[in-house]
């Protein structure tokens, strides 16, 4: 058995799957990088967090759980580039919350640009964690 599925149109992943429904192998298509040979300074993750203070994606009670240093694309053109971003994990709960507000904003490390946060209001919990999971 073969399964066909796509992270996006152009990412085919192929599964092989035995007579119990079990992967046993998957082929993946995989990311060609051309080497950039401009050396830029990657700005320092306080700057990061002071355009999201500018910004007011943080405000006062606010925590900063994490900050990551990664590689993400925000198009879906082809080819897909790859930018240094500062991911900023963000609990933006209030006090007498039942449930956290987790965020997670993205800021470019070269232009200090905020792009783009998750959650997506639509997105599950599970969904949330593995785009996160496999934009890194």
């Known amino acids: 058995n073969q399964v066909d599925t796509f992270i996006d149109n152009d990412e085919a992943l192929t599964l092989e ?17 051309d080497e ?3 050396e830029r300074d990657i700005i320092p993750y306080m ?18 759980e994490k900050i990551e240093f990664g590689y993400y694309s925000l198009s879906d053109q082809t080819p897909r580039f ?12 209030s006090a007498d919350a039942e449930e956290k507000d987790m965020r997670v904003y993205l800021v470019n490390a070269l232009l200090l640009e905020q792009h783009q946060w998750y959650p ?4 599950s919990d599970d969904e949330i964690d593995d785009e996160l999971s496999t934009d890194e």
Do not use: G, I, K
């Not at 192998?25 to 990311?31: C, D, I, V």
């Not at 930018?83 to 709960?93: C, H, L």
């Not at 997506?120 to 997105?123: I, P």
């Open 120 to 123: 997506d209001e639509s997105q």
């Open 82 to 93: 790859f930018s240094p971003m500062w991911a900023v994990t963000v609990d933006r709960s």
């Open 47 to 64: 700057d990061a967090l002071r355009v999201l203070l500018d910004n007011h994606y943080l405000s006062m009670n606010n925590s900063v």
């Open 17 to 33: 799957l035995n007579d119990d429904d079990e992967v046993v192998a998957y082929e993946q298509q995989r990311y060609s990088f």
């Open 36 to 38: 950039n040979r401009d």
